[in-house]
T-cell receptor, first 113, second 114 residues
Framework: GAGVSQSPRYKVAKRGQDVALRCDPI?????LFWYQQALGQGPEFLTY????????KSGLPSDRFFAERPEGSVSTLKIQRTQQEDSAVYLC???????????FGSGTRLTVV | AQSVTQPDIHITVSEGASLELRCNYS??????LFWYVQSPGQGLQLLLK??????LVQGIKGFEAEFKRSQSSFNLRKPSVHWSDAAEYFC????????????FGTGTRLQVTL
């Protein structure tokens, strides 16, 4: 597609519920990143894929967070047993491999109530 | 560890006035530096980047930034602000290595008065 697509745009989850956030990168982009942006803060790195390989997951805040990209294209960020502190905008970005050549999606706003 | 400081949380300028947004970084080597803009409900758009070479970098929408190693700064400037520039601005430093991940500052919200 023309840009990075994220769905849903908004998600309200009850505390303890599991959620799955989807990212469709630009076609052909080998690199994919997830960032978490809390209210009033800058984005913070969560994890990075090169094709289907998850090369860096150092930013995932707990073992409740899990990301996958099984076919090297679409990626899913899953959060189990959501907590209020998980409320944030989750941004996905993809890159063709050009150094820092990111294109960001519009994000998914997750609200945990 | 890398870090980025944007000391101004909120700035208000009049349309047509000049703008300077401050950014200071902490990084052990020569940094890769970026400015992004985020409009409400939107993703991040790259304004400009500095990798090496000329320390004055030109970007999109009439923005420029100057890398000053002695001050560990990378301030964003625009000579004449337009109402459509109202948004959140983020400075970021890039990590070297395979991941090419970014560390962002906390952002500066720009308000433009008519």
């Amino acid at each position: 597609g023309a840009g990075v697509s994220q769905s849903p745009r908004y998600k309200v989850a009850k505390r303890g519920q599991d959620v799955a956030l989807r990212c469709d990168p630009i076609s052909g982009h080998v690199s994919l990143f997830w960032y978490q942006q809390a209210l009033g803060q800058g984005p913070e790195f969560l994890t990075y894929f090169q094709n289907e390989a998850q090369l860096d997951k150092s930013g995932l805040p707990s073992d409740r967070f899990f990301a996958e990209r099984p076919e090297g294209s679409v990626s899913t960020l899953k959060i189990q047993r959501t907590q209020q502190e998980d409320s944030a905008v989750y941004l996905c970005a993809s890159s063709s491999g050009q150094l820092y050549g990111y294109t960001f999606g519009s994000g998914t706003r997750l609200t945990v109530v | 560890a890398q870090s980025v400081t944007q000391p101004d949380i909120h700035i208000t300028v009049s349309e047509g006035a000049s703008l300077e947004l401050r950014c200071n970084y902490s990084y052990g080597a020569t940094p890769y530096l970026f400015w992004y803009v985020q409009s409400p409900g939107q993703g991040l758009q790259l304004l400009l980047k500095y990798f090496s070479g000329d320390t004055l970098v030109q970007g999109i929408k009439g923005f420029e930034a100057e890398f000053k190693r002695s001050q560990s700064s990378f301030n964003l400037r625009k000579p004449s602000v337009h109402w459509s520039d109202a948004a959140e601005y983020f400075c970021a430093v890039g990590h070297t290595g395979t991941a090419s991940k970014l560390t962002f500052g906390t952002g500066t919200r720009l308000q433009v008065t008519l």
